[in-house]
């Protein structure tokens, strides 16, 4: 039994922001910890002026004093095998779009680590003990254990829903669990980092957690959820967490001061059993105490590689797969995974996480959510409305990976019609109608041979290249951007080619037309590849379009982003809608103003490039600086809108070019010259700055 003293906690203050902590060695660390130091290295950061900054960390296990940026640093693992973790969340209330979000990002890497060749163990679960569970059950009318069952079932239907392709789902009342948290628990017991005390103090049952009275608000309210802490005097037990202050200090030597001084100003013991909470894992040998609840959950991250035909035990779950290669968790939960879980996992002699990143948080119409205010974003109303890759794509398109995002239902489907239905879902279209209608639907070419002589290959080859990259080290919104590069480097590429004139021609201008389209489609299928990670079920469309089976989408690898998958006689799908366009119905037009997925697509005619432009600019997605310099750019921009003024226009009409910027959904009107003006200097300097930036820009139109 452990040793009994009387004891007194005091808790410090903190604000952690996104932490990104790894230790690419894979012994145990308390062996290992005089063989290598340990650097950690920081980053302040502002993505621009209306985000938040941000401090991101990056802690490598090195024998060198090399830094490493946090935007080039991948993330590393074991071999080929790759573990990868969200929170456990807790089931006092269903799931929330911030769970959501964190799981979301969590199947996209554990995605594209599939299709470089990892043996990936996905784990995700739910955390099911502790008085806020069984707080809740009450209220519900039910039994804690029927609680869990409810809640924990709307997690797994909520991830079936969102695509997720998780490998193990862990509930910590499972008895797996359970054995393997009383294992535990004995390890650090008999490591003597375990002992008996009294404490009297200030408890929050919403943070399930003592709080040290400086932190509190008027009434001794939590100043996170704003509730009264109540008096607690009972018997419990208490981890050592002071006896790792040295080590500690010692892993994040070059931590910033918002860290570092919270370790320095001195690690206390924390509480680790409750003696009122009868909802939890009993203690050993001492049944009226159940283990805290982060003391248990934080075990689930093993407990879940226990394969469920064993015995359970510590060793044949650590055996299984810990390390774990990337804990994803939110940044409110930092202080338990980057400071509690290295310390409790040392005095077990396990191996630490090799890399625990905090992202943030998510708002909504740039103000933080809650019932309370009335703006909640629930995640099954959002996937059954617009469906799981448009909620995929956008918040993790959106949503700088690390910093915190905000969500509005304008941008949000602003942002999906244009990259998926426009960029890549009408590219893809009317691509197969030219193909069907004049090639019937068979590909004259390899892509190989089409590309050669063209620009078009290495620009694809170039991006696929970088998206790799930013996947690799985590920054999952650049990699999204640079695959819809793809496409839109294809839209600028069929624009000006106008296969559908060439085709009129006949003779060789016929056969070139024809290899366009082959060019097209290969992009397309690359698109499919390196985009699958993002939004899987789309990108299976497209490979069906494309005349593949299911059964290659999914045996697909990223070596298949390689050019050169397009062979010649290849007969493609016909054409079909892979997106439907998110349409809003206005009061204007006598009905309510919710988005209505459009069902159906009108079919049109290719136009001629002369009821468009020679380049055609307004009917890409984005203008892109692909193939030309920007001051051609600009001549062409200023020629395709002078040859949409209509002669006898007003002169006393205002026009104006309306752009979007893709990254804020943000609409602005830029005044363009009318009949007879020049294009002044102003004008031509707006036009470097859409240019610049890839602005999305639409027809001009008088206002």
Known sequence: MASRVQHSLQFQRTTFTSFFFSSSSSSSFPKSINKTQINLRSKWCSSSASRRSRAALYCTCSSSSSSTDLNSAAVTTKDDQFVLTTPLYY????????????????????????????????????????????????????????????????????????????????????????????????????????????????????????????????????????????????????????????????????????????????????????????????????????????????????????????????????????????????????????????????????????????????????????????????????????????????????????????????????????HLANTIGNLLNRTLGLLKKNCQSTLVADSSDAAEGTEFKNTVEKLVEKSKVQYESLQLSSACESVMEIGNAGNLYIDARAPWSLFKEGGASFNSAAKDLVLILEAMRIIAVALSPVTPNLCLKIYRQLGYTDEHFHAATWSDTKWGGLKAGQVMAPPNPIFARIETVTEAEGGPTVPAMEKKVSKKKEKSPRSQSAYDPFNCTSLRRIHANKQNHINRTIASISRTFHPNLPADSTRAMKTTDSRTAKTELIPIPGPGESFFPAFIQQSERILDKGLPVLPPYPI
């Open 91 to 418: 089931v006092n209330a269903p799931p929330h779009m911030g769970s959501a979000y964190s799981t979301i990002a969590a199947d996209a890497i554990a995605r594209y680590q599939r299709l470089i060749g990892k043996k990936v163990i996905f784990i995700t679960g739910t955390d099911e003990h502790g008085e806020k569970i069984a707080t809740a059950a009450a209220a519900c009318g039910s039994t804690p254990s029927d609680h869990c069952d409810t809640i924990s079932q709307s997690y797994r239907a909520l991830w079936k829903d969102l695509d997720i392709s998780h490998d193990k789902f862990i509930r910590t009342t499972d008895p797996k669990h359970e054995a393997i948290v009383e294992e535990f628990y004995s390890k650090v017991l008999a490591n003597g980092d375990i002992y008996q005390a009294d404490y009297e103090g200030l408890y929050c049952i919403n943070c399930e957690e003592y709080k040290d009275e400086k932190e509190l608000l008027e009434n001794n309210c939590c100043p996170m959820h704003l509730k009264p802490c109540v008096s607690r005097k009972e018997d419990n037990y208490f981890f050592a967490l002071s006896k790792y202050q040295k080590k500690l200090e010692d892993i994040l030597e070059n931590n910033p001061d918002f860290v570092q001084n919270w370790i320095k100003t001195g690690l206390k013991d924390f509480s680790i059993s409750r003696a009122s909470v009868d909802w939890g894992i009993r203690v050993p040998n001492d049944p009226k105490q159940t283990i805290y609840v982060w003391f248990d959950a934080l075990l689930g991250y093993i407990s879940a590689l226990s394969q469920d035909q064993e015995q359970p035990s510590l060793q044949t779950a650590i055996s299984s797969g810990w390390p774990a290669s990337l804990h994803l968790i939110g940044k409110d939960i930092l202080r338990f995974h980057a400071v509690y879980w290295p310390a409790m996992l040392m005095s077990a002699g396990l191996s630490l996480p090799n890399t625990v990143f905090g992202h943030g948080f998510l708002t909504k119409d740039g103000m933080k959510m809650g019932k309370s205010l009335g703006n909640t974003l629930e995640p099954n109303e959002l996937v059954h409305r617009f469906g799981p890759d448009a909620v995929r794509y956008f918040f993790l398109r959106e949503v700088e990976f690390g910093n915190d995002g905000d969500y509005s239902e304008e941008r949000f489907i602003n942002i999906v019609n244009a």
